[in-house]
């Protein structure tokens, strides 16, 4: 096999590989998970989601977001590092295809029976890809980050598996304490005590492939929310609400898709490459992806909950996916603009404000009327989008990283 090397950003690969795409797979099931956990939270019992029950299921529901994110996003900055034809690497993602499929299939009761299953499917998919980097890069400078890594997610593996012998609140405490370990370690170059800490600047990437990375995560996330509508509406009655709410929620997913793409997102990887520090950049757009999948989760609860009751006049949680979820999204998409031409469309803050300022007066409405305001603010993004980049050449990249 030879000893792994790190890749020249011009060696590198520019597209994804087949077994990168297959990994991506296992994420369309573990995000869908996310919305049936978040779902049951937030249908089951209408008093206990009317006041504190709802903002605990939902911290607790992206409590495993992020940890799954975690996942991925370590296993895409890897093979954008080393060469994703190479045993070690092609072992790396297998090992957490096969641990996010267990974390999917562990997340609805990950709190209750479930727990020790996710906790250790998630420390075997983190500590495994450091410490088979480390053992395949031999004498090679970058092992010694591996090692550190290995370090990190050890001690916070201890928090993860105390915390699934524990009942609900101390796993949640313990579990976001590792997480937060672990989001701190990587910010500040995973110190370790005796082994130093690295900084972002010296993380090489390869820019083209990580930006596809992230665009094709979005993509598995934007498609969880049409399954999660087509699952919804397929259960039935296909009376004409319900029609009417799968119609929205499905016209939605598109504005969604339209106005990621608009310019921005196909150019990522053209700002990363101009980047003077790439991974910067691909820093940022990990935690800009993180926010806009969170939007979209929330989006998807939001159209199965909408689905299944589009008259009925909905509690504040449920408004909260509705229009909170599109909110986020935009958010997450005024950031990305950012990142990639170092300004941002008035027409996303806007859009926010709009979203905002509406939910008190749709809490007195049906759920329908609260979808349809949602994809009426979309819609409005997305022609502004189009009315300013109608007759004019394509807005290069201009990143300020």
Partial sequence: MGRLEPLPAAAAPNR?????????????????RISTRAFEDLSHDLDRVQG???????GKTLLLLLAL???WQGTAWTTSRYDPYRVPLQTVVMIALVCSLVMGVAIPRAF??????????YVVAQVS??????????????RRLKVRMVVVFSVSGVFWIGGAMLPTNGKVMLWTVALLVEYLAARVGWPVPGLGRSTVSKWD???EHLAERYQQFFLVALGETILVAGFAYSKGPYQASHAWAFALALATSILLWRIYIQRAGQILGEAVAQARHPASIGRSAADTHLLMVIGLAATAVGYELIIEHPLDQIPGPWLAMVLGGPALFLAGRARFE????????PSRWIAILVLAAGAVPLLFLPGLVATAGGALVLAAVAVSDAR????????????PF
């Fill in 205 to 207: 990437i390869a820019g």
């Fill in 69 to 71: 994110y975690a996942v």
């Fill in 338 to 345: 950012y990142e990639v031409f170092g300004r941002v469309s």
């Fill in 16 to 32: 994804a590989t087949f077994l990168e795409l297959f990994f991506d797979l296992v994420f369309v099931f573990a995000l869908t």
């Fill in 52 to 58: 504190w029950g709802a903002v605990t299921g939902g």
């Fill in 129 to 142: 890809r450091p410490l088979i980097l480390a053992i395949s890069l031999g004498p090679n400078p970058h």
């Fill in 112 to 121: 209750s029976q479930t727990g020790m299953m996710f906790a250790v499917a």
């Fill in 388 to 399: 300013r980049a109608h007759g004019a050449p394509p807005e290069a990249a201009a990143t």
